[in-house]
DNA sequence: TATTGTTATACTCTATAACTATA
DNA sequence: TATAGTTATAGAGTATAACAATA
């Protein structure tokens, strides 16, 4: 994507969105060579802490909408990283558990992002880091 | 969207992507009252800091592709609030110029918008409010 | 009645390529 | 040859509503 050399001048939220682009854009290259998204990366590290799991634990993880998380746990099991059986606890639900190749990705991923946001965050001073990872808590859970 | 009340347990890249969708939805409500999108609204106040601004340097300004800068200014002109004339300098460019209806939304929107983000990241403490803002600006410009 | 996960649908943002008119 | 802006196209992310099966 060009980008033109115009300085920014505008509030903190447009900037938090700039930023946030660059963010999802450098995650969507590293994990291109898998052919997962994103929120597919972040479920199976989910579905690795918390296996087995429920879709709706899932989607509460990352924050996203249960429609979201079935579209997100399609793509995973289409690529045999994730299966679905049913929850022998409630017979509406579903629970989802790691394949053999899903375990073995997530720690390849897993290792190629922490890399990655070394690099984008390594930039920053300590503290830096420190005080953004405390920022961001505020607001992802203030009212 | 349904927020389940799971902990957030991960890494400081997704942490960051959580909040620019809360920063996005935010945004998206306040303009919702008047049809703009978050990229209408950051290129409407570029037309009226820069006016009379080629398209290009609107893309620059929010860092976006010139193809979605077409589809921003398309938009802006359905609505009657930007004009796109011949740039009496470069034939093969346009000059953006704010319409009167324009200029006042601009205004409106731009009141509506400080309310709202002196309401999210009002919460934060000022030093780490300008914290924030120096952190994102390194983030935008590292290479 | 409420909940789990699904199907259905739609809109926005992002990205790439190719085209035109002009420089 | 390069540049400005466009058309064309596609893939994600996000959101709402409605539905079936079960609690």
């Known amino acids: 994507m060009p980008r033109a050399p ?3 001048d505008d509030d903190l939220g447009a900037l938090f969105m700039r ?3 660059r963010v999802r854009r450098r995650w969507v290259d590293v994990l291109e060579p898998w052919g997962l998204s994103p929120h597919q990366s972040r479920a199976l590290g989910v579905v690795g802490q918390h296996e087995p ?3 709706g634990v899932i989607a509460g ?3 996203i909408a249960p429609r979201s998380a079935t579209d997100v746990l399609d ?3 289409g690529l045999g990283l994730v299966e679905r059986r049913p929850d022998p606890e409630d017979r509406r639900a579903q629970v989802v558990h790691l394949t053999t190749s899903g375990r073995r990705l997530l720690d390849e991923v897993g290792g190629a992002r922490r890399d990655d946001l070394a690099e984008f965050f390594g930039h920053l001073p300590v503290e830096d880091r420190a005080s953004l ?3 961001l808590r505020a607001l992802e859970d203030d009212d």
């Open 6 to 8: 115009e300085p920014a």
């Open 75 to 77: 793509g995973l099991e």
């Open 61 to 63: 993880h990352l924050r």
């Open 19 to 21: 930023v946030a682009r």
């Open 53 to 55: 799991v429920r879709p």
């Open 133 to 135: 990872t405390r920022i």
